[in-house]
């Protein structure tokens, strides 16, 4: 179970710098908060029972209430955020005039990205609300109903969660949506797939890890996740070498062997398969290098 928020609390604003192999013992839920997570450096792959989606620096993440997930590192990158978690009261005032569609449209699929001027406008938004939270708290003021510093704060936080929804857009690249909602154990058998992705895996090995027969095991995880343990592990290594090849300069062939493929040639063609373009293409149409 996730923290709550703190006694008497409606929301809390964190800068967060955890080391780049940070990973979450385990399954993870909050009861009481909405989180919303602003990405300044890092990589983190979130595995939830809906989707497994990666955040780089520069995207939101964002969770509601009850939803199990679990985070694990995508890079070697140190992990700096600033964490915003704020109770649903706290924006009733939002949600009771403009409806539920704004907390919908944001929290039903991260990852959010934007475009460059959009990001920086966001992101500094998010800066502002950390120092005015830090403001509130070193100054011990007053967050009572109708304060000045709750209405400040309060008013901050939907202006931003305006322009997430007017801005913000989801990257498909970025997540495997499921075919339908994961159970534990197979939610435990994708978190050991995103862990060792880069080994040469083997079906009774997971299967295993999930305490399932290996025959029971394949018709529950393709029931599940649409798609057979071969199927799977071979996108799940080519969303990882997608990755690498917007986020490193490393060769074709080094980005196949590192993310578990034996022959740089099988992962090129299932590339082109998957994605309708060569490694090399999509590198070239997608960075800034």
């Known amino acids: 179970m996730a923290l709550p928020l703190p006694k008497g609390k409606q929301i809390t604003v964190a800068y967060r710098e955890i080391s780049s192999d940070y990973e979450m013992p385990s399954m993870e839920v909050a009861s009481d908060h909405?989180?919303?997570?602003?990405?300044?450096?890092?990589?983190?792959?979130?595995?939830?029972?809906?989707?497994?989606?990666?955040?780089?620096?520069?995207?939101?993440?964002?969770?509601?209430?009850?939803?199990?997930?679990?985070?694990?590192?995508?890079?070697?990158?140190?992990?700096?955020?600033?964490?915003?978690?704020?109770?649903?009261?706290?924006?009733?005032n939002m949600t009771d005039t403009l409806g539920p569609q704004i907390m919908e449209k944001?929290?039903?699929?991260?990852?959010?990205?934007?475009?460059?001027?959009?990001?920086?406008?966001?992101?500094?938004?998010?800066?502002?609300?950390?120092?005015?939270?830090?403001?509130?708290?070193?100054?011990?003021?007053?967050?009572?109903?109708?304060?000045?510093?709750?209405?400040?704060?309060?008013?901050?936080?939907?202006?931003?969660?305006?322009?997430?929804?007017d801005k913000g857009h989801f990257d498909s690249t970025k997540a495997t949506i499921h075919e339908s909602e994961l159970t534990e154990p197979i939610m435990e058998a994708v978190y050991y797939i995103e862990k060792n992705y880069m080994q040469p895996l083997k079906i009774d090995e997971v299967a295993r890890i999930s305490g399932y027969s290996v025959s029971y095991f394949?018709?529950?995880?393709?029931?599940?996740?649409?798609?057979?343990?071969?199927?799977?592990?071979?996108?799940?290594?080519?969303?990882?070498?997608?990755n690498m090849l917007l986020t490193t300069n490393k060769s074709v062939m080094e980005i196949s062997l590192e993310c578990g493929f034996s022959y740089p040639g099988n992962m090129t063609s299932s590339f082109k398969k998957e994605f309708g373009m060569t490694p090399l293409h999509f590198r070239k149409q997608n960075t800034k290098l």
Request: aromatic content about 14%.
């Open 34 to 92: 909405y989180s919303l997570g602003f990405m300044i450096k890092g990589d983190r792959r979130i595995i939830t029972p809906k989707m497994n989606f990666t955040l780089h620096a520069g995207y939101i993440g964002a969770m509601r209430p009850y939803i199990y997930h679990r985070t694990i590192p995508a890079s070697d990158s140190e992990y700096v955020s600033i964490l915003i978690k704020f109770s649903p009261d706290f924006v009733a």
């Open 218 to 242: 394949s018709r529950i995880f393709a029931r599940q996740l649409g798609s057979d343990f071969t199927e799977y592990l071979c996108i799940t290594r080519l969303k990882h070498v997608q």
């Open 106 to 165: 944001i929290f039903r699929y991260p990852p959010i990205t934007f475009s460059d001027g959009d990001r920086e406008k966001i992101f500094s938004l998010a800066r502002e609300i950390y120092e005015l939270y830090n403001e509130i708290e070193e100054q011990d003021l007053d967050m009572s109903e109708g304060s000045i510093s709750r209405y400040r704060l309060q008013n901050l936080l939907i202006h931003i969660l305006l322009e997430v929804y």
